[in-house]
Nanobody, 117 residues
Framework: VQLQASGGGLVQPGGSLKLSCAASGSISSVNSMGWYRQAPGKQRELVAR???????NYADSVKGRFTISRDNARNTVYLQINNLKPGDTAVYYC????????????WGQGTQVTVSS
């Protein structure tokens, strides 16, 4: 699966962004899609995930501010980010998990989100 992420940028604290991840290829094999982020000097961490059945889960640090959604017709997953904080500054990566019983990962190229006044 090929993933194309977009929508990052420079935002002031309290602002909003909407990230998009367009998927192509073997879409039918995808079990779930998600967003991860990696800040400088830190490990990549899961931000939000949505399963094929529409079940979502979020990192505790973003609950109430981030919303993951999908448009099946466009094979696109979105991450709405509200009330951005400087601690949200990171490169955001789109991820797809596919296969059964063992899952494999596909990654997008990442999109930079910078929160600064």
């Amino acid at each position: 699966v090929q993933l194309q992420a977009s929508g990052g940028g420079l935002v002031q604290p309290g602002g909003s962004l909407k990230l998009s991840c367009a998927a192509s290829g073997s879409i039918s094999s995808v079990n779930s899609m998600g967003w991860y982020r990696q800040a400088p000097g830190k490990q990549r961490e899961l931000v939000a995930r949505i399963t094929r059945g529409g079940i979502t889960n979020y990192a505790d640090s973003v609950k109430g501010r981030f919303t993951i959604s999908r448009d099946n017709a466009r094979n696109t997953v979105y991450l709405q980010i509200n009330n951005l904080k400087p601690g949200d500054t990171a490169v955001y990566y789109c991820n797809a998990k596919r296969g059964f019983p063992l899952e494999s990962d596909d990654w997008g190229q990442g999109t930079q989100v910078t929160v600064s006044s």
